[in-house]
């Protein structure tokens, strides 16, 4: 079992930078493939990016291309999500994920964190 959790949520303006890290418990870090989630007030969940487990492969949803990394650092067993050029839209909770499979699918991860919250000002 692996039990996530978030920081690095706050207040930017549009434009601005943040770096979330989400920390994992557990020694089996490296076995799972993690993602980043979003829900904005009154929307849906969405994915954002995801990595497998070695970190050899990224993947991202199309508003973020170009603009966020993930990376993970398995010896620390933390997940990273850098975001740059920040939206108001973008403007929600952010969740890790942990799962078998890298992707946007939410069904492929067991294990979530709590989330942060990130708000961007215009």
């Known amino acids: 079992q692996v039990q996530l959790v978030e920081s690095g949520g706050g207040l930017v303006q549009a434009g601005g930078s943040l770096r979330l890290s989400c920390a994992a418990s557990g020694r089996t870090f490296s076995s799972y493939a993690m993602g980043w989630f979003r829900q904005a007030p009154g929307k849906e969940r969405e994915f954002v990016a995801s990595?497998?487990?070695?970190?050899?492969?990224?993947y991202y949803a199309d508003s973020v291309k170009g603009r966020f990394t993930i990376s993970r650092d398995n010896a620390k067993k933390t997940v990273f999500l850098q975001m740059n050029s920040l939206r108001p839209e973008e403007t929600a909770a952010y969740y890790c994920a942990a799962g078998q499979v890298a992707g946007a699918y939410e069904g492929a991860y067991a294990y979530w964190g709590q989330g942060t919250q990130v708000t961007v000002s215009s």
């Open positions: 990595i497998s487990r070695s970190g050899g492969s990224t």
